[in-house]
Each structure stands twice: as C-alpha cells, then as structure tokens.
C-alpha cells in the first residue's frame, strides 16, 4: 500500500495514490436546485407581503379595535415572523442538493484495507429483546470485509448477564451463519430469512435439513426461553450499580474464522452520571483502543442492522480517496427501515431528513452526524486537526500532558503514540490488556479529564448532532451516501409513543443546542463552518420552535372564530391572495418533493397530518428551558423496540395506536376539541350574522386542522380498540377544553372592561360627578377619537373656551376642524339627567364659541346635507335633514323586528 502520512510500521490513516478510475463520484442534483431557488423567491415575496399586511393593519387599526383583537393580531404576528425565520434559515438546504455514488468494485484488494471496528450499543434487555440485538451483531459480523481486519464490539448498558448469555448463543450460530451466508450470497440478517412475522424463511425453502436454519431455531428458543426463565437474570448488580466486565469471543475453539467479539459492560454507579448513549460509545472507543485500535469505526444502534454487505467497502471509497480524506471525518448512510407499513401514518420514512436535508448539506460541507449507520475516523473523535494524526499532534507534549487530556492510563496513551492498526491480530488479547480495558470501562475513569472535549460529546440527549457540529467546527467534513439498496434498515415506531418518545428526545437536544453559548448563528459563525452550513444547523437545532408557529395557528384563530373577530382579510379582498399563496405554495412544495422522491398523494397527507410533532414538541420545549435554568435535567429515553402484530394492522388500517402515551396526549386532544368547538360554534355565527366574507380564512383553517386531526377525534369518540385515547385522557382534554373557552371568555371580557374603564376611564369623579381637573389627560376629560372625516373630543370644563389652550390642532393658529362634538356630561347626581338632549345641547354651546358652523350633524355626518341645506329653494324653511335608521347585524329571520322597516320605509316618515 502506498505512503501517505503513516510511519512505516503501517498507519491506520493511510491513503491510496491517486487513481485513474475514481472510487466515487458526486453531482448537483439538477433540476431540483434551480426549481427550490425559483419557489424560494416566489414564496419569499408572498410571505414579505403577509408580513406587510400583518404589520401594518396592527400598527395603523390597532388604537380602533378591542384591546382582545389587538393582542390576537400581535400574537399572529409573531406567529409568522417565527415562521418565517424558521423557512428561511431552513432554505440553506435546498440552496444546493447534492447526490453521490460509490464504486467499491475499483477498491484494492483486501490486504489494502484498513481494519474497522463496529460499536453497537443496547441499553435496556426488556424494550430492546436480546434476540433482535444478536440478529444485529451476526449482521455486522457478515459484512464484506475481510475476518481479520473486522471487530464488533457489544456495549450492554444495562449490565444484563442474558445480553452476554445471547452474545455467547449467538457467536456460536455465526459459526455456521457466516459460510452459509458466503456459499449461497445471501442477505446477513438472520430474522428475514427464516421466521418472520409467520412466513417460512428463505433459509427453509433452499433446503429442510440446513444445518444453519435449525441452529438459529436452537439459538432463538435457547435466547427466549432464558429471557422467559429470568436465568440468566435480566440485570446483575444491585441498586446502587455494578461493575464493569470485558469478555472477548473469538473463533479458536472453532472451525471457522469469525471476526473477533468483544462485550463490554461498563461500570455505573447512581452518584456518578453515565452520559447516556456518548458515554458508552466513548467507553468502546478507550477500550477498542487498547484490543483492536482500527481507524475507522462503525457506530450502530442495536436494531439498526447491516442490510448491504457491501456498506463498509463503500464507505471506504470515500476513505481512502486522497482527494478528500484528509479533511473526511465520517461517511453518513441514511436511517432506513423495515417494518413501514404502506400507509406510513407515523412518518417513520423520515423523507424529509435523509431524501432532502442531509443531500442539501451536502452539497455544503457535509451530512450531519445521525446517531447509527456512520463510518467516522478515529483521529478526528481524538481531536486530531483535519489533515494530520493524533500520533503527530501528541509528539511535541509531554506524557503528564497526554494524560490530563486522555486520562491515567499508560496503555491507552501508548495507543495513541504508537499509530493506529492496520491489521488485527488473530489471537486473544493478554490478561494485563483486559484488566487495563477494564479500567477504561469504569466510571470514575474520566474525572479531571477532557474527555468532555473528546470523542462523542456529553451535555446533550443528542450526542451525534452535538459531536457532527463540533467536528465540522473544527474544519472537517463529511460524505453522505444513499445507495440504491438500503445499507441499514431498523425497526420502525407503530406507536404513537415511541414517535413522540423520539420526538421529545430529538427535541431536547436540538433546542439544548439552539439556546447554549454554542448556538450555531453565533458560535458556528466564528468556527470554519460556511455561512450556509451554519443555517442549516440553526434550522435543526431551532426546528422545535415550529410547534409554537403550529400552536398559535390551532389555537388563536379558532378562539377568535368563536367571538367573531377577524383575523384574515376578507374573502373578496386582494390580500386574501397573498395568505392563500403563502399557504398552498407550502402545501405545494411539500407535495412536490413527496413526488419526486418516490412518495404518493397518502405520504404527503400523513406528513401534513403527523410530521410537525406538536404534543411531543411542546411538552419537550418546555422540559428544555426548565433544564436551561437548572430546574429540571433531561433524560435519555430508550424506544422500545418490539412489535406487534396488531399495531402494524392498524398502521395499514391509517389507525393510530395511543397506547401508552399518557398525558403527552393532552395538548393535541385539546388543539382538536378547540378546533371542534370553533368549527361548529363559528358555523353557527356566520349563519347567524352573515359574515362569511370576513370569516372565510379562520372557517378554512379551522375545517383544515378538524380535517387532519380526524383519526384523534375517532380515537376519543368512536374506537373501542386498545389503541383508542384513554378514557381518561378524553374527560381530561374535554375538561381542560372547556375551563380554557371560559378563562378566554372571562380574559376577553376583562379585557374589554379595563379598555372601557381604564384608559381612559369610562367616566371621572364620584358619586357626585367630577372632581378637579389635575392629572394624566385621559382623567381631566381630555381625550380624542379620530375617524376618517370626523374629529370627536370631548372637555368638561365650565368655560369652553379653554379648548384653545390644550387642543394641538388650535395652539396659535386658531385654525380649528369643522365640527366638535362633545361626547361627556356636565352632571351631578343632584340635577335631572336628560342623556341625550342635554349632550346635544352642550354640543351646541361649545361649537357655538368655537367654529359657530351654521350647521350641525347629529351623530351622522353625511355630505348631502351640505346639498340639501343649500338648495334656495328649501334652505330658508329646512331645518334639518333626517336620514333612516339601520342596523348591521340583523339576521335572514328577523324574528325582532329590528329593522324597523313600518317607521323608517312606510308611516311616519313617508307621511312627513
């Protein structure tokens, strides 16, 4: 193998020479790019001209309408202006999609490849059955790869004697699994070919009496029934923890050469934190190190299993590319799974992440770091600075100084100085080196070291997110592959619990990042990150923030649905245009890229219906910032990984099965009774008032989100499967639904009360009328409404000549308006009251010493009685001009009479 920037004793970090046949290609996925750049501006300047509408309507109307309609117009403003951040920053990764393939067959020959650890990481033998990890583990065993350049390692988080049980099965029956595998060139996963879901395998149908199938039957009953039995038990250790253990299983005692196993279980003690999935990945990286110490490293989760063989020969196109190596930190594959139904209602394809986003930053500075399916060098989780060796960055310091960063192990450090492996040694490590790995596996191991700086890091429920950012911080970069057969596939959710369990954790450490001083619109901006490589990671990280835009949206609108306050223009209105565009241009975008990615019509409508998360999101958001604060701390929570029958037949079935989610069930239930409520309530309004001009846009939006909440209205009304909403959950959501219509209904009313009553006051003084004329102008009765064509101000003083003192239309220039008119009383309690003669009368002295206007108006203004006044021929005996009453919220049905069609159409004023 050619030189690159290893000793000569063989460097895991070494590269090929350059090629005349390249090992991988890559291209801008046209026309996509121009077709996103060309929606974006359009939707850009529709959503500039909501924006604009939203604005200006608050800032000019908001001193006319009702302290309740002002405050609903501001919170919708916010709304979009959130929104409308989050679509712009989320743009970067359509900016520049980009797609790659890989050309393993031009690789070297197996003697050129670089040894590859593989980490799978398991957590909990009950959510997560010991028998689907081993089926991960024989898989990742069976990769295309050479035996001896080739080490799993099982990380068991839980400290489950069954785990090691199975690993030790399961070890035995890859023994025959893996020549079977290679004679006949079949898939690696054992499950799919031979019991599954109740079809014969594949393995029974090649031949009865295969020697492997009846050995995986043996090794699943032996697994089962010890899980059944409890012997071995479930967990070992007691309350307070256990200690670590290191076990390595290797094939001398068998015929076949098998790649080597290691289990690892690390120590945990409840007064000493174990960084959850980073710690133990962090842990097999010291312990690797000191057994196998390949350079490149495979990170799976337990039911994320190798479906390519070919995955580890393709990533290493990437790898050994002297092109792009020194600067590649890890090679990302997609999350794919196999157990979508084809009604996908819980959006467990994940489209939208691994079709779109991660081929957008791509074509940036690389994927992020996605938590399993990832080839990562192992130079760049040590800190190594992109384009050298932790070997020659360790060099010029001191052995004291490698340990303040690495710890006190003199095996581990002399790892590090000696170079990384190029080849594995087929034997069992010595006793010194699994009592050293066993040091490394403790708990206290990392105190008064940086190893919250190295490797994976901690701080965080998201770790991958976390550590991409930071590698990519540093200068790295990455590769994102998405081969036309799937390299992993998992287990998918068919529950509604294990999506929001996903949602909240995914969500924690999204907006954990968003809000830290590593925030990637401050912080990212001063690493090597480009400027759109930083958007794309603000939009992740501020993701979250959308069910707050959702929220608003399901809320307000309906609410002010049912008190009639409009919040959209009206139906026949210009502007109504611009929200409808800004709305379907989403719709239709979304649409568009479930199209062309292979989806149908039913995936873009479960991803309207399910994507955004809301209970999930909102619940968790709240979790974070108590956690910013320091009130509550964060969990990592473990998916369960088992199905069920009954749940994937609900799945084809587009049921949803809300078993086991508990009240993170209560703000969508209540989001669908409000929206319930308003459509219904707010039909009956329109009916009733004619408005249906003015409410057309909230009527939609309420049908809309009563349309997409269906199945949770089915669920709480009509199922009586296990799946449906808990009974409790239901009285809960109702209850709650209806304290929250009347706290709305009293805050409207006391809000209106304090704008009535407070400022200005609705009247001044005591029981005996007014008192004095000091304070703010609002209590010394000087206050103005202006409409457009009338100027109403009112003043009680006893000489009405003051006006001219305090009016700013009057001071110095005398030029005063038309008309005054004022609108309060000088009165007492002691006098007679007579309302509205003796505010007309006052009207009357007032203007008679300020603009003494030969004609007055009462209420009404209207310019034909300007026309009727000056006719000479009526002038001299009119006067005055009555015009008829009218009413505006009159119904079809006038049941009332309210029109008062006999006075004003037929009787008296006809008469007159």
């Given at each position: 193998?050619?030189?690159?920037?290893?000793?000569?004793?063989?460097?895991?970090?070494?590269?090929?020479?350059?090629?005349?046949?390249?090992?991988?290609?890559?291209?801008?996925?046209?026309?996509?790019?121009?077709?996103?750049?060309?929606?974006?501006?359009?939707?850009?300047?529709?959503?500039?001209?909501?924006?604009?509408?939203?604005?200006?309507?608050?800032?000019?109307?908001?001193?006319?309408?009702?302290?309740?309609?002002?405050?609903?117009?501001?919170?919708?403003?916010?709304?979009?202006?959130?929104?409308?951040?989050?679509?712009?920053?989320?743009?970067?990764?359509?900016?520049?999609?980009?797609?790659?393939?890989?050309?393993?067959?031009?690789?070297?020959?197996?003697?050129?490849?670089?040894?590859?650890?593989?980490?799978?990481?398991?957590?909990?033998?009950?959510?997560?059955?010991?028998?689907?990890?081993?089926?991960?583990?024989?898989?990742?065993?069976?990769?295309?790869?050479?035996?001896?350049?080739?080490?799993?390692?099982?990380?068991?988080?839980?400290?489950?004697?069954?785990?090691?049980?199975?690993?030790?099965?399961?070890?035995?029956?890859?023994?025959?699994?893996?020549?079977?595998?290679?004679?006949?060139?079949?898939?690696?996963?054992?499950?799919?070919?031979?019991?599954?879901?109740?079809?014969?395998?594949?393995?029974?149908?090649?031949?009865?009496?295969?020697?492997?199938?009846?050995?995986?039957?043996?090794?699943?009953?032996?697994?089962?029934?010890?899980?059944?039995?409890?012997?071995?038990?479930?967990?070992?250790?007691?309350?307070?923890?256990?200690?670590?253990?290191?076990?390595?299983?290797?094939?001398?005692?068998?015929?076949?050469?098998?790649?080597?196993?290691?289990?690892?279980?690390?120590?945990?003690?409840?007064?000493?934190?174990?960084?959850?999935?980073?710690?133990?990945?962090?842990?097999?990286?010291?312990?690797?190190?000191?057994?196998?110490?390949?350079?490149?490293?495979?990170?799976?989760?337990?039911?994320?299993?190798?479906?390519?063989?070919?995955?580890?020969?393709?990533?290493?196109?990437?790898?050994?590319?002297?092109?792009?190596?020194?600067?590649?930190?890890?090679?990302?594959?997609?999350?794919?799974?196999?157990?979508?139904?084809?009604?996908?209602?819980?959006?467990?394809?994940?489209?939208?992440?691994?079709?779109?986003?991660?081929?957008?930053?791509?074509?940036?500075?690389?994927?992020?770091?996605?938590?399993?399916?990832?080839?990562?060098?192992?130079?760049?989780?040590?800190?190594?600075?992109?384009?050298?060796?932790?070997?020659?960055?360790?060099?010029?310091?001191?052995?004291?100084?490698?340990?303040?960063?690495?710890?006190?192990?003199?095996?581990?450090?002399?790892?590090?100085?000696?170079?990384?492996?190029?080849?594995?040694?087929?034997?069992?490590?010595?006793?010194?080196?699994?009592?050293?790995?066993?040091?490394?596996?403790?708990?206290?191991?990392?105190?008064?070291?940086?190893?919250?700086?190295?490797?994976?890091?901690?701080?965080?429920?998201?770790?991958?997110?976390?550590?991409?950012?930071?590698?990519?911080?540093?200068?790295?970069?990455?590769?994102?592959?998405?081969?036309?057969?799937?390299?992993?596939?998992?287990?998918?959710?068919?529950?509604?619990?294990?999506?929001?369990?996903?949602?909240?954790?995914?969500?924690?450490?999204?907006?954990g990042l968003a809000f830290s001083r590593f925030c990637p619109l401050t912080y990212g901006m001063l690493s090597k990150n480009s400027v759109l490589q930083c958007l794309c990671y603000a939009s992740l990280a501020f993701k979250p923030l959308e069910s707050l835009v959702i929220l608003c949206y399901t809320t307000i609108p309906p609410l002010c649905l049912l008190k009639g306050i409009p919040l959209f223009p009206q139906a026949t209105d210009r502007w109504f245009l611009v929200f409808a565009s800004v709305y379907a241009s989403s719709l239709c975008h979304l649409l568009w890229e479930n199209i062309s990615n292979g989806g149908s019509l039913r995936t873009w409508w479960n991803e309207c219906r399910f994507s955004h998360g809301l209970p999930s999101r909102n619940r968790k958001a709240n979790r974070v910032f108590l956690k910013l604060v320091g009130a509550v701390d964060v969990n990592f929570d473990v998916t369960s990984k088992l199905t069920d029958e009954e749940q994937i037949q609900n799945c084809e079935k587009g049921m949803y099965d809300f078993r086991g989610s508990g009240y993170m069930l209560l703000p969508l239930a209540i989001v669908t009774l409000i929206n319930l409520t308003a459509l219904l309530g707010g039909m009956t309004r329109i009916i009733r008032q004619s408005s249906y001009n003015e409410m057309f846009g909230q009527f939609s939006l309420s049908f809309y989100v009563t349309l997409i909440t269906y199945p949770v209205i089915e669920a709480m009304s009509i199922r009586k499967d296990e799946g449906r909403f808990p009974t409790s959950i239901t009285l809960w959501s109702a209850f709650l639904t209806m304290m929250l219509l009347l706290l709305y209904e009293e805050f409207e009313r006391g809000v209106t009360t304090a704008a009535m009553e407070g400022s200005p006051p609705a009247r001044r003084g005591g029981d005996d009328g007014p008192r004095g004329s000091s304070g703010p102008p609002w209590s010394r009765g000087e206050h103005k409404i202006t409409t457009p064509g009338l100027r109403l101000t009112g003043k009680e003083e006893d000489d009405p000549t003051s006006f001219q003192s305090w009016c700013p239309q009057c001071a110095g220039t005398y030029v005063l308006p038309t008309l005054f008119i004022n609108l309060s009383l000088i009165k007492s309690f002691i006098v007679d009251k007579v309302y509205g003669m003796s505010t007309f009368l006052n009207m009357q002295r007032v203007s008679s010493l300020i603009s003494n206007a030969p004609y007055m108006c009462w209420i009404v203004i209207c310019t034909q009685t300007t026309q009727c006044h000056l006719d000479p021929r009526v002038s001299p005996f009119l006067a005055f001009v009555q015009f008829p009453q009218h009413f505006h919220n009159i119904p079809k049905n006038d049941i009332y009479c309210a029109e008062h069609r006999e006075p004003f159409r037929v009787s008296s004023m006809t008469g007159f």
């Open positions: 193998m050619a030189g690159g920037r290893g000793d000569e004793e063989g460097d895991g970090n070494r590269q090929l020479p350059a090629r005349h046949a390249p090992l991988h290609a890559g291209r801008v996925q046209q026309p996509r790019a121009a077709i996103n750049r060309l929606l974006m501006l359009v939707h850009s300047a529709a959503l500039l001209s909501l924006l604009y509408y939203r604005a200006t309507h608050l800032l000019l109307h908001r001193s006319k309408w009702p302290a309740a309609a002002a405050l609903a117009w501001a919170l919708m403003l916010a709304a979009e202006l959130l929104g409308s951040f989050l679509w712009a920053i989320s743009q970067a990764f359509r900016w520049r999609p980009y797609a790659r393939d890989a050309f393993p067959e031009r690789l070297p020959g197996d003697g050129h490849l670089p040894p590859i650890d593989v980490f799978l990481c398991t957590a909990d033998p009950v959510t997560e059955p010991a028998v689907g990890v081993m089926n991960t583990m024989v898989a990742a065993m069976c990769l295309d790869y050479p035996v001896e350049k080739l080490s799993v390692y099982l990380s068991d988080d839980g400290g489950s004697p069954l785990t090691l049980f199975a690993a030790r099965e399961a070890y035995r029956f890859a023994a025959a699994w893996l020549p079977f595998c290679k004679k006949h060139k079949l898939p690696v996963r054992p499950r799919r070919h031979t019991s599954l879901h109740g079809v014969v395998g594949l393995l029974a149908m090649i031949t009865s009496s295969s020697r492997a199938a009846l050995l995986y039957e043996d090794f699943k009953r032996r697994v089962t029934t010890a899980a059944m039995e409890g012997s071995p038990p479930a967990r070992r250790g007691g309350d307070d923890g256990y200690p670590a253990e290191v076990v390595v299983l290797q094939d001398q005692e068998l015929n076949t050469r098998l790649p080597r196993l290691v289990y690892v279980s690390r120590e945990k003690k409840k007064t000493i934190p174990h960084h959850f999935k980073a710690g133990a990945l962090n842990m097999l990286l010291r312990v690797s190190s000191l057994i196998s110490n390949a350079p490149y490293i495979l990170a799976l989760d337990c039911d994320m299993y190798p479906n390519n063989t070919m995955s580890a020969r393709q990533a290493m196109c990437f790898h050994l590319d002297p092109r792009v190596s020194p600067l590649l930190a890890f090679v990302q594959f997609p999350q794919q799974f196999h157990s979508i139904p084809k009604n996908d209602i819980y959006c467990a394809e994940l489209r939208e992440p691994f079709r779109i986003l991660w081929c957008g930053c791509d074509g940036l500075r690389g994927p992020f770091l996605s938590g399993t399916g990832f080839y990562i060098k192992r130079e760049a989780l040590y800190g190594a600075t992109p384009g050298s060796t932790i070997k020659e960055e360790l060099q010029s310091k001191e052995l004291f100084q490698c340990k303040q960063y690495f710890g006190q192990s003199n095996e581990f450090v002399s790892s590090l100085l000696s170079g990384l492996q190029s080849s594995i040694p087929n034997q069992n490590p010595p006793s010194r080196i699994l009592q050293e790995a066993t040091l490394l596996a403790s708990c206290a191991y990392e105190n008064d070291t940086r190893w919250v700086q190295i490797g994976f890091l901690y701080g965080t429920v998201a770790e991958d997110f976390y550590t991409g950012y930071h590698l990519h911080g540093r200068g790295w970069r990455s590769a994102y592959v998405y081969p036309p057969v799937p390299a992993f596939l998992g287990t998918a959710p068919t529950r509604v619990h294990e999506t929001l369990i996903q949602n909240k954790r995914w969500a924690s450490g999204l907006l």
